[in-house]
């Protein structure tokens, strides 16, 4: 087909058929990412909001060590899925783990320099995490992740305007709302 010759009814084909097929991909195996890491990151707000409010324990930091084993399980998932790929990924699949590379290097970015943000990370943390639902939730089309999204956003503002011991607590709730519900219901769609 003579791309010059394509109508507009073919160019809409055309795109649906890319973003369904990027959904599919990316239904295929998202839901495990929004799962393993709503599910880790929430167990340390949590525990980073009880540990500060409930108890005297000096190191409540120290249940952020569970994102250790999150970036294990991660790479070795991404390996192993990696191998067992035989779809070739699609432009909408590199784009996605582009942006969650970006996100990542920008929150890898923020904890470096913690220092320098009086340790309050976590408002700008919940606002990398609602661009990156956000985005991926618009581009598959899938209301729960772009709700998902806000909801981050949201958390975010609340967590900017609350003591840094509330941020946790409110960045647990938005990983609840952003990140689990949309990843259960994106399985349940697989």
């Not at 990696?82 to 996605?96: M, N």
């Amino acid at each position: 087909m003579d791309e010059q010759n394509i109508s507009p009814e073919e160019s809409l084909q055309i795109i649906t058929g890319m973003i369904g097929k990027a959904k599919s991909n990316f239904a295929r195996g998202g839901s495990f990412y929004f799962l393993l890491w709503g599910s880790f990151i929430a167990l340390a707000d949590f525990g980073h909001f009880g540990l500060m409010k409930f108890t005297d324990y000096n190191h409540p930091y120290i249940v952020w060590l569970l994102v250790i084993p999150a970036v294990i399980i991660t790479i070795i998932y991404s390996i192993r899925k990696a191998g067992k790929r035989t779809v070739v990924p699609s432009s909408f699949d590199r784009i996605y783990g582009k942006l969650w590379w970006a996100i990542f290097a920008c929150i890898i970015m923020v904890l470096v320099f913690m220092s320098n943000l009086n340790y309050q990370t976590t408002p700008v943390i919940l606002l990398f995490s609602a661009v990156g639902t956000y985005v991926t939730g618009e581009v598959l089309r899938f209301r729960p992740l772009i709700f998902g999204g806000l909801a981050l956003a949201l958390c975010a503002v609340v967590a900017f305007l609350v003591p840094i011991e509330f941020q946790y607590l409110i960045a647990g709730i938005g990983m609840c709302v952003g990140y689990l519900i949309p990843g259960y219901l994106l399985k349940k769609g697989e």
